[in-house]
């Protein structure tokens, strides 16, 4: 047993505002320059909704991630000699249109045009060649469903379900998803690298890009089925998100987590054993992989996990961190946060508590009791987080359905049948930790990070360039 930790977030999309104001901060911090000005390390999609870039979880069109081939597993891009053969033509690639090509306005005509019966118009302009342009697409053109009735019948969430009934007017829903780097326990992007330039940090499993080492091959590009690594068309580099590690290094929470007006985001430690990786990553059947995830995460209150992760070297505030992690309770502990499309294999660690959704009638009045009644479709939701397994997407949803009917209960003083409780392997004790966790916790305890592990000193003006932004 190999055990390391890994930092990991947790998104509640049952609280999500769609505010946009986890990615504006990451925007202005991180990929304010040229060559980075349609990079959004993170963005929030409207689900239902083909998202940014355009049909990003579509691997048919992409192909990112790992397959199997028979008993091996090997990235769905080829292998290597197949990849480095199409280096300079590539069909998998986005282009600027799959992202969008982003724009200014020409502030300069409301100062110099000449005096008129009416305002100056602004007209926008591209800021890859300056010339003028009509707007097409945009990193979140489907905010809030607009457009959706076009685009949304090539969301691979609906494979199952009639898209066009579910995006009728009285049946239509929606949710939003935020999303960013995962930051894999098997990363894709790492292995697709030909020069090794990303690499996943051994203290806390944060995957970064050396730019020093990057040659701007654009197969990570590839790779990655969640396309949230990109290529600085001004730099030659490749750029990603760095889960704000100059930050979580002096204890404090990613810039996303840390703006969230809706306290949605959950940052913490897991520990886990690595040897069994690949072995987690190569099931057979994908809806066996989420158990397979699962079953690599380490118990931290083990006596015997934790004597040998202090055996391997794991300092005594991490493990600490680790017995007092949120993420730990809501991932391993709780079992209320699933992976998003584990069938990439690669393993995510940004892990997400399904929202639940009043009944489908705009007649019911009321939420539903019964996640098979919930107006966003229980089999859309499992394509999104369960490979396609609705179970433990209803075992999820069950459990905040109960949490809700037992704050009730308690408020009103009324009691909740125990049998009910007892079949979802919940009791009064754990129903209350959960409702302060996820409603009343203040940021010491949604926000749990240790300090940076000792090891070789380094000037952190020296180690920016390598780390992956300038």
């Known amino acids: 047993m190999r055990i390391r930790a890994q930092l990991a977030m947790v998104l509640n999309l049952d609280k999500c505002l769609g505010c946009h104001t986890c990615s504006l901060p990451c925007k202005n911090v991180w990929t304010q320059r040229r060559g980075a000005e349609y990079m959004w390390f993170n963005n929030v999609e409207t689900k239902p909704g083909i998202g940014y870039p355009k049909r990003w979880e579509n691997q048919e069109l992409w192909r990112g991630g790992w397959v199997r081939r028979g008993e091996e597993l090997g990235l769905r891009s080829g292998a290597k000699l197949a990849r480095l053969a199409g280096i300079f033509c590539n069909p998998h690639l986005p282009g600027i249109d799959d992202y969008y090509e982003p724009w200014t306005y020409d502030y300069e005509t409301l100062i110099s045009s000449p005096a008129g019966r009416h305002q100056p118009a602004l007209r926008p302009r591209s800021l890859l060649d300056g010339a003028a342009m009509d707007i097409r697409w945009g990193p979140n053109w489907e905010d809030d469903l607009a457009g959706v009735h076009e685009t949304g019948k090539e969301d691979v969430n609906f494979a199952g379900l009639d898209a066009a009934a579910f995006l009728h007017f009285r049946k239509v829903f929606l949710f939003y998803l935020p999303r960013l780097c995962e930051h894999c326990l098997n990363p894709a992007c790492v292995a697709s690298c030909p020069s090794g330039a990303l690499y996943k940090r051994e203290e806390d499993g944060i995957v970064l890009v050396d730019a020093e080492r990057c040659r701007g091959w654009r197969f990570c590009v590839s790779a990655c089925p969640y396309k949230k690594t990109y290529f600085n068309w001004d730099a030659g580099r490749a750029e990603k998100c760095l889960f704000c590690y100059p930050r979580v290094e002096t204890g404090q929470p990613p810039l996303c987590a840390h703006s969230c007006v809706g306290r949605i985001r959950y940052v913490g430690v897991l520990l886990y054993d690595a040897e069994r990786i690949r072995e987690a990553a190569a099931v057979e059947d994908p809806r066996s992989l989420l158990g397979a995830q699962r079953d690599l995460l380490l118990d931290p209150e083990d006596p015997r996990v934790a004597a040998q992760a202090v055996r391997q070297g794991l300092p005594a505030p991490w493990l600490e961190a680790v017995r007092r992690s949120p993420v730990d309770r809501l991932i391993r502990k709780w079992r209320l946060a699933l992976p998003l499309h584990p069938e990439f294999r690669t393993l995510p660690m940004v892990w997400y508590i399904p929202p639940l959704s009043p009944g489908r009638s705009l007649d019911d009045g009321g939420a539903a009791e019964d996640p098979e009644g919930m107006r966003i479709p229980l089999r859309y939701l499992a394509h999104l987080l369960a490979a396609g397994d609705e179970e433990p997407v209803r075992e999820v949803l069950e459990r905040m359905i109960l949490l809700r009917a037992f704050m009730r209960a308690e408020r009103l003083g009324e009691t909740l049948d ?27 305890e949604r926000f749990v990070i240790p300090p940076r592990p000792p090891g070789p000193e380094r000037r952190a003006a020296r180690a920016q360039e390598r780390a992956g932004f300038p």
């Open 418 to 444: 125990g049998a009910r409780l007892a079949r979802a392997g919940l009791d009064p004790q754990r129903l209350r930790a959960i409702y302060r966790l996820l409603a009343l916790a203040p940021l010491q």
